[in-house]
């Protein structure tokens, strides 16, 4: 009998080193993890959902360009980094501006300032570090013998991992809040990790 279509063409034994290649690349300090763990010490989790899934979904979009070769294409128009760059770059400020002044979760109005949906979107896909990483990540492994299942397997491996990765980023900020009650060390925390956000895009900027 011949085996199942998957277990004939996924490697499986390449899953593994991915998913650790994901973590190491995807996971570490950027402009979308830091301001996710900003998000979370400033507003706490449940204010922040909606720009955590507009992450998710900004990054998911990046993935897939990646995977379908739009990103070569993209990237071929010398205008189209700077763009990305700019609009990256303006929304981080506007972003780490409102951290850094946020007020104590316990201070904040319904009306307060929070990260949006929109906005996660839109950092997810101007996030110059997304496209870069996201680049590395799928060239690290092959999946499958064809282009197309193995662009199959990458993607649905990967959007777990951005969803975990962001989460676990969010919540990770949100564990900050406990020590946000006393005024003077929240301006500390916040600004730390406003300007933390501000060098981490910088970073990707200059890479």
Known sequence: MPEPLLAATIRWG???PLLVTALAIMGSPGPATISLT?????YGVRRSLGYLIGI???????LVAVATGITATLLAVPAMRSV????SAAYILWLAYHVATAPRLGDQTATAAAPSLVGGILL???NPKAWVAIAAVFAS???ADTATTDAAAKIAVLSVMIVLITAAW???GASFASMLRDPDRARIINTALAAALVGATALAVLR
């Open 84 to 87: 990305l760059i700019v609009i």
């Open 170 to 172: 969010l919540i990770a």
């Open 38 to 42: 900003a998000a979370g010490s400033a």
């Open 14 to 16: 390449s899953i593994g």
């Open 56 to 62: 998710i979904v900004g990054t998911a979009i990046v």
């Open 124 to 126: 997810g896909v101007a």
């Open 141 to 143: 492994a092959r999946l």
